[in-house]
Every structure is written in structure tokens, then in C-alpha cells.
């Protein structure tokens, strides 16, 4: 009878993700990588979001998508987050970062990436093939955002120093001892990258990096992809069919399509579940994992900026434990690191593996999380006919402005019905 248990099952069927893809998927993941590669010379489509969706849209598809997330919503912007730290590490990524100064200290950070957040819920949330719509105005600014940046950092005066920006501009250093040294033990026995030949350096003159690039986007897809696609069950979403998965894909698809990402370089460029895990799997093994074998001070800077902001919201987090979860889900080495963690980040490391990996499995209990997270966020963008009971010395610092986008009621017959005329209706 054990054999018919429907939680053994599903336990088989999570196994089974960890498993490596067959030699042809293998293959062809190898060459979408190298052509995904291929994207470094090629700068990100700017200017006004285009005014029909692509051949390929499916709207049945990406509503399942944003659905998944409406019912996950708190799993999910926790892998967005321990995602957003291994993004760090790429100096293609770090380096506009420190040079922009606008995430280097704890309250720039909480402000930068708050915004972050709240675009990206909007973009979940709302109808971003709706005219007027605040998510489709939001995936405009994102876009004119990324324009003023790749027109400044490409500059021919400005590009020099951006590729010289190190530690000097990271401002006060912080003051918890460094742990570095742990990472760099774990990590010194990973194979390193094979595809370091390919990989373009910002600080080659007679070849000039070009910022803003399309595998730089691409790069960014895997960050709000990549984990939830190969590990869903360590992130709330233990149930979660493969049906919303391929809508989880489909929809950053479509996004990637709207900030600018041509087809060959989308990351998600193919509703194939299994495909796309492969693509994510050798990802995440040949490229993210050895990054962490360089990884540097400015890495470890900025990643605390981005923690300690986050904790003006999530109270406790910190890049200790955000490190410690990520390194736990994809098998990332890391004894040294977890044996030198402050006891209480311990805990709160402690704490996110028992939520989200196995207090999930209780139907109702991702609501609940996802409730509390919405709630948190709310705090800050400050939206006074929810929070005005909330006592004001227990408030986050307040970001003016994001209301407009912190649509989160989901309207799912309306959203689908705008964007199966989005033809009809124009941009």
C-alpha cells in the first residue's frame, strides 16, 4: 500500500528533478548556452515597448503563469532574492551596480530593490498587454531605465570607468567579519567554468564590454527563473504541476520579450519544461556555481546591502542565511560557511528550510506566508487604507510613488480577457 501513498509519489516525482537530463538534452542545453553566449555583443532593444505580442504568445499559458505566483508568492520572492545574490558575483552585473551608487549602502539598497520588487509584483499581478494598465506603464519605465543606463555606461568616457569600479567605490565597509574565507574553502574543489573563454571581460580596452547586453538579460531571467524551475518543492510550491511551471516559463518569456530580449537570446525561449530544466541545470552548474570560486569583496558588499535592506521588511533575514538556503537547495558546498554563521542567522537559516521546505507541504500554509509578505511589502509602499492601523514606530521606512503600481487584487477574467484582444486594443 506504501507504493499508493500520494505523498510518497510526489517525493519520487522531487527526486527525480535532481536527476541529470539525458545525453541529447544535455547537448542541446550546451548549445543554447554557447548561443545564449553569443548575446554579449548585442545591446538590449530600447525605447517604447512594442505594439503587438509576439507569434508565440499564449495567453491560457501566461495567465497560468501569473496564477502560480498569486498562490506562491512568497516562496517565490524568496528565490527571487537568494537568486538576486548569485547574480552578484558576475562582474559584468556588479560593476554598473557599485558605479550607478545607488545600492551600496543599506538604505540605498532597500530603496533600489523595494522598487525592484514592487515593479516586478505588478508585473505579476497586473496586465501588462493592457494600455494604461500600471504594469505595462511599468515595464516602460524598467525599459526607459535601462536605456538612460546603457546609453551612460557605453559612453566612450564613461565606459573606463565603470570597467575600473572595485571596492574603493563600495562605501563604509560593513561590520560583520568577512566570510569569504569559508566560501572560498567550500568552493576550491568545484570544477571551474568551462566556458570562460567565451565569457568577455570588462576591462579590455581594444575589445569595449558592451553593458546592457542581451546574455547580461538573459542572465537575469535565469535569476527569476532558474531555482523555481529546477526546485519548486524548496520554495513553496511542492504541488505545483507541470502545466504552471510551463506557464512560470512562458510568462517570463513574454516579459523577457517586452524589456527588450530578442528570441535567440531569451532565456526562456521554449515552453519545453524538461528542455528549459536542462538549460537551467547546466546553468547553474557550469556557470553560477564556479563563479563562487571568485567570488569577491565587492560580491560580499553588495550582497549585505541587499540583505540588510531586505530586512527593514523580511525582519531577521540576512546574507548568512540567504547564502546558507540557496547553497542547501542546489547543492552548493558550504560546511565552512554554515559552521562560521552567527548562531541567531543559523536559526533564521534554520527557520527557512523548516517553512518552505517542509511546513509547505500543509495545504494553506503557503497562503498564509504569501499574505504576510504582501503585507510587509505593503508597509513600505505605504498605502494608507491598508496600513494606517499598523503602529508607526513598527513601519519600515516609507518609499513614495510605488503605490501606483501595488495593484495586487487579481481580476483573472478581466486580465485574460484584455490580453486575448491585446491585438485588437494596441499598446
Known amino acids: 500500500m506504501a507504493d499508493q501513498c500520494p505523498y510518497l509519489k510526489k517525493l519520487a516525482s522531487l527526486n527525480s528533478e535532481k536527476r541529470p537530463g539525458n545525453g541529447a538534452n544535455k547537448t542541446v542545453a550546451e548549445g543554447r548556452l554557447v548561443q545564449l553566449l553569443e548575446g554579449q555583443t548585442v545591446p538590449v532593444q530600447m525605447g517604447n515597448l512594442p505594439n503587438a505580442p509576439p507569434s508565440w504568445y499564449n495567453p491560457i499559458k501566461f495567465q497560468q503563469g501569473q496564477e502560480f505566483v498569486r498562490r506562491h508568492f512568497a516562496g517565490i520572492s524568496l528565490a527571487h532574492f537568494?537568486?538576486?545574490?548569485?547574480?552578484?558575483?558576475?562582474?559584468?552585473i556588479l560593476k554598473p551596480l557599485i558605479f550607478t551608487q545607488k545600492s551600496e549602502t543599506v538604505l540605498k539598497s532597500f530603496k533600489r530593490y523595494i522598487g525592484t520588487v514592487v515593479h516586478v509584483t505588478s508585473w505579476y499581478f497586473g496586465d501588462v498587454w493592457q494600455k494604461d494598465n500600471p504594469a505595462r506603464r511599468s515595464i516602460q519605465i524598467v525599459?526607459?531605465?535601462?536605456?538612460?543606463?546603457?546609453?551612460?555606461?557605453?559612453?566612450?568616457?564613461?565606459r573606463p570607468q565603470v570597467d575600473n569600479t572595485a571596492m574603493a567605490e563600495c562605501g563604509k565597509p560593513f561590520d560583520e567579519p568577512s566570510m569569504l574565507p569559508s566560501l572560498h574553502i567550500d568552493t576550491q574543489a568545484l570544477a571551474s567554468c568551462p566556458y570562460v573563454g567565451l565569457r568577455r571581460q570588462t576591462n579590455k580596452q581594444e575589445d569595449p564590454y558592451v553593458y546592457f547586453n542581451q546574455f547580461d538579460m538573459a542572465d537575469s531571467q535565469f535569476a527569476f527563473v532558474g531555482v523555481l524551475v529546477l526546485f519548486p518543492h524548496k520554495f513553496g510550491a511542492t504541488y505545483a504541476s507541470d502545466d504552471e511551471?510551463?506557464?512560470?516559463?512562458?510568462?517570463?518569456?513574454?516579459?523577457?520579450y517586452l524589456l527588450g530580449i530578442e528570441d535567440?537570446?531569451?532565456?526562456?525561449?521554449?515552453?519545453?519544461?524538461?528542455?528549459?530544466?536542462?538549460?537551467?541545470?547546466?546553468?547553474?552548474?557550469?556557470?553560477?556555481k564556479p563563479a563562487f570560486k571568485e567570488a569577491s569583496a565587492e560580491f560580499e558588499h553588495m550582497a549585505r546591502a541587499v540583505a540588510k535592506g531586505a530586512s527593514l521588511y523580511y525582519p531577521g533575514v540576512s546574507f548568512e542565511s540567504l547564502f546558507a538556503y540557496y547553497a542547501n537547495v542546489v547543492g552548493l558546498p558550504s560546511n565552512n560557511f554554515i559552521h562560521h554563521m552567527p548562531f541567531f542567522q543559523w536559526l533564521y537559516f534554520l527557520y527557512l528550510r523548516?517553512?518552505?521546505?517542509?511546513?509547505?507541504?500543509?495545504?494553506?500554509?503557503?497562503?498564509?506566508?504569501?499574505?504576510?509578505?504582501?503585507?510587509?511589502?505593503?508597509?513600505?509602499?505605504?498605502?494608507?487604507?491598508?496600513?494606517?492601523?499598523?503602529?508607526?514606530?513598527?513601519k519600515p521606512p516609507q518609499v513614495g510613488g510605488l503605490d501606483l503600481f501595488w495593484t495586487l487584487i487579481p481580476k483573472a477574467k478581466k486580465v485574460k480577457s484584455s490580453q486575448s484582444n491585446f491585438v485588437q486594443n494596441g499598446a
Open 82 to 92: 537568494v537568486s538576486l545574490i548569485t547574480m552578484l558575483t558576475s562582474p559584468q
Open 143 to 158: 525599459r526607459n531605465m535601462h536605456d538612460h543606463g546603457c546609453r551612460q555606461m557605453n559612453h566612450p568616457d564613461r
Open 245 to 256: 511551471l510551463r506557464g512560470f516559463i512562458h510568462f517570463w518569456r513574454c516579459i523577457g
Open 264 to 288: 535567440r537570446f531569451n532565456f526562456c525561449d521554449d515552453d519545453n519544461l524538461e528542455l528549459t530544466r536542462d538549460l537551467c541545470r547546466h546553468y547553474l552548474d557550469k556557470m553560477i
Open 354 to 394: 523548516l517553512v518552505f521546505s517542509v511546513l509547505c507541504w500543509i495545504p494553506g500554509v503557503m497562503r498564509l506566508f504569501s499574505s504576510l509578505t504582501r503585507f510587509a511589502i505593503g508597509l513600505v509602499v505605504a498605502r494608507s487604507d491598508t496600513v494606517s492601523w499598523w503602529p508607526k514606530n513598527w
